[in-house]
């Protein structure tokens, strides 16, 4: 069994298993400047969203925290915050301070000071140039699993996703966290009906009665809008699927677990700690949202486990993706990177997940996912709390 | 009188992933009146079960005959309870089980 990877080891002991240069748009208008030099510059990546300003309090704090969490994230060896007001709350050279603590370099545009966004796509262009010449010249190490951290999500889930891949993921999630890595999963829809296996795994209760706290956080937002869950949650195509209910699907989802118990809980966005094991964060089901927050939390690589098959692939932490449906690995296998469907003609659950684990440690080493080398950069969009003002 | 093989099509088959579990997960598509091997996960031995219904691909199927108002189990857990009785080898989802969590709808004057 495979104990280490090949990583780009950071001032701050985060190892990165890539080594881009990070433009990150402060708020919503500056997504074409970052968009401009992406196109242009070799060796980068666009952070762009709609959100970052008009937003309450409670909001504003998760979009800062994310897009600190993502400029902090390893994979990133040098980072562009590129602005076009100063908004408080979310400016542009708070994140840059924060994401410098790091010890990465870290650059700031402001659009308006530029001259406009021309002057600033010029700026920023000749900036993602001159980092890309300063961190290009480093090497990977090889280094422990214990510097890895694992992200793990799912989506279109259908009954073959508790059977079979689902599995898989959690057979890798056991492995990485015997060699002392971290796991860090999310998705608190997707536990409504699973409490009593939380509180089964949680290593102590505090952990549990946060893992709950979150759930019922979360039912409760539900039942305030006076609605039916079903057709939401489960979605359409679970439905079609074959799963029935939001518990049946939670259960299923809850093979990504594994069998390590739960060290710790946190909120979204937030860093985890650095206690090897199983961590959960508070985020919806909504793939995008989960793996944003998972890549803030500090994971440089994401297993995305999916029934009906999935284009989805977060631009900075690397995302492969898997299915145990053949008819699904047949359809969308030309954006998948692993197909175990041969768990239903037989093959056991340790061979199945030994393929994974061998691809995601090849991945980590350098191979290119199907998503990276498509630029498949759909997957960044950060959570909600409250409405726009 | 000569014997008939059986046709490889109708060989369906279906996983029990608990041993209290009282649905099967199908694998592949099924058909009406065709019987289902089942593998009970952690047990030896196959279970067969006749399909009452035509079932999509992986759908699941009634392990035994499951009364209105009781538990549907899955993976040793309750997954929602049954609307209406259901049959053994009958189809099972939407249409005959519900879910208890997060019923808004339920709420509502």
Known sequence: ?389 | MTHVEADPQAMMRALIVHPDDNVANLIGPGKQGHQVSCVVEGQDGIETIELVDDLPSNHKLARRDIQAGEPIIKYGLTIGKASQAIGRGQHVHIHNIESGRGRGDLNRE
């Not at chain 1, 090497?139 to 259908?158: A, F, P, Q």
């Not at chain 1, 056991?174 to 409504?192: F, H, K, N, P, Q």
């Not at chain 1, 979360?218 to 609605?227: N, Q, S, T």
């Not at chain 1, 037989?346 to 061979?351: H, I, K, R, V």
């Open chain 1, 1 to 389: 069994m495979r104990d280490s990877f090949y990583g780009y080891v950071r001032d701050d002991g985060q190892v990165g298993i890539r080594n881009y240069v990070l433009l990150l748009s402060g708020t919503l208008y500056a997504n074409p400047t970052c968009e401009r030099v992406a196109h242009t510059v070799q060796n980068t990546i666009p952070i762009v969203h709609p959100l970052g300003r008009c937003q309450i309090a409670p909001d504003l704090a998760q979009t800062f925290r994310t897009l600190v969490g993502h400029g902090m994230n390893p994979n990133a060896a040098a980072v562009i915050v590129i602005d076009h007001f100063k908004e408080a709350g979310c400016e542009a050279d708070a994140i840059a301070h924060e994401v410098a603590k790091t010890g990465k370099p870290v650059e700031v545009v402001n659009i308006r000071n530029a001259g406009g966004a021309v002057q600033a796509t010029a700026q920023a262009t000749n900036l993602a140039v001159e980092l890309n010449r300063k961190v290009t010249g480093q090497r990977r190490e090889r280094v422990g699993l214990e510097r890895l951290v694992y992200g793990i999500n799912c989506g279109t889930s259908d009954v073959t996703s508790g059977l079979s891949h689902n599995r898989c993921v959690g057979w890798t999630a056991d492995r990485i966290i015997e060699a002392g890595g971290r796991v860090l999963g999310a998705e608190v829809t997707e536990m409504m009906g699973g409490e009593a296996l939380i509180r089964q795994k949680a290593k102590t209760p505090a952990v549990a009665e946060k893992l709950l706290g979150y759930i019922e956080k979360m039912e409760h937002e539900i039942l305030a809008c006076g609605v039916d869950l079903r057709g939401s949650q489960p979605t359409g195509d679970n439905i079609a699927g074959g799963l029935s209910t939001i518990e049946e699907k939670s259960l299923g989802a809850m093979m990504k677990w594994g069998t390590k118990p739960i060290v710790g809980a946190v909120d979204y966005a937030e860093r985890i700690g650095g206690e090897g094991g199983l961590w959960l964060m508070d985020t919806p089901g909504h793939g995008g949202e989960s793996i944003t927050g998972i890549a803030a939390g500090g994971a440089q690589i994401m297993s995305f486990a999916t029934g009906g098959g999935h284009t989805i692939n977060h631009p900075l932490m690397i995302t492969m993706r898997l299915t145990g449906n053949s008819e699904s690995w047949s359809r969308m296998g030309e954006t998948m990177e692993v197909n175990v469907s041969d768990i239903f003609d037989g093959t056991p659950l340790d061979q199945a997940g030994e393929r994974l684990f061998n691809e995601v440690l090849d991945i980590c080493d350098g191979k290119m996912t199907k998503g990276e080398a498509l630029r498949e950069w759909n997957a960044f969009a950060i959570t909600r709390c409250g409405p726009s003002v």
